[in-house]
């Protein structure tokens, strides 16, 4: 018995065609005089508006347990579970200089490449943006890579890795903002 035959049928060279367009997009190289595109995830924190770099992210999470810890330093919440391993969790908000409180915050980051959380307030959007979008870094605005704007607005564009090292360093990461 003789199986389907699927060569020259208008269903396969339908497939075939798809097939060549998705591994197209691999193969091109950027087009000259496009601008780099950078995906950001747009926060919240403590009513604020931020942004950090998915590149920076190894995950975003809700409603996480967090177990909270007796501990002298003032931003570690606790330990969650991320993918079956315990992970400090750092509110970002109080490594922002904001007042803290005594809720747990709703959305966390994990960072990438790290064993560490950060927790904040408010998950706005996944967003992708050209790279002339991004402003040259704030001056006097500590743990910000750049200002981007979104929908009109400027917000601080966060650099995970400057959080990261002042928490690491164990010094006083407080932002000095007014």
């Known amino acids: 018995m003789r ?11 339908r497939a075939e065609q798809l097939r060549r367009e ?15 595109r950078e995906d950001l995830l747009a926060v919240r924190v403590a009513g604020d508006p931020y942004a950090l770099r998915l590149t920076e992210c190894a995950g975003l999470y809700a409603d996480r347990k967090v177990t909270r810890l007796p501990t002298p330093m003032a ?13 400090p969790v750092y509110d970002l908000r109080g490594l ?4 803290r409180t005594t809720e747990t915050p709703r959305w ?20 992708r943006v050209e790279g002339g979008s991004l402003a040259a870094e704030p001056a006097g605005r500590r743990h910000a890579a750049a200002i981007v704007r979104l929908a009109g607005h400027a917000r601080p564009l966060l650099s995970v890795p ?6 690491a360093s164990g010094a006083d990461v407080r932002s000095k903002e007014t």
């Open 3 to 13: 199986g389907p035959r699927l060569n020259g049928s208008p269903l396969f060279a």
């Open 22 to 36: 998705f591994d197209g997009t691999f193969a091109r190289a950027v087009r000259e005089g496009e601008a780099p």
């Open 75 to 87: 931003d570690l919440i606790g330990l969650a579970a991320f993918r079956g391993v315990l992970v």
């Open 96 to 99: 922002l200089g904001y007042p």
């Open 108 to 127: 966390m980051v994990a960072a990438a490449g790290n064993a560490v959380a950060l927790a904040f307030e408010g998950f706005e959007a996944h967003v």
């Open 162 to 167: 400057s959080l990261l090292e002042a928490i």
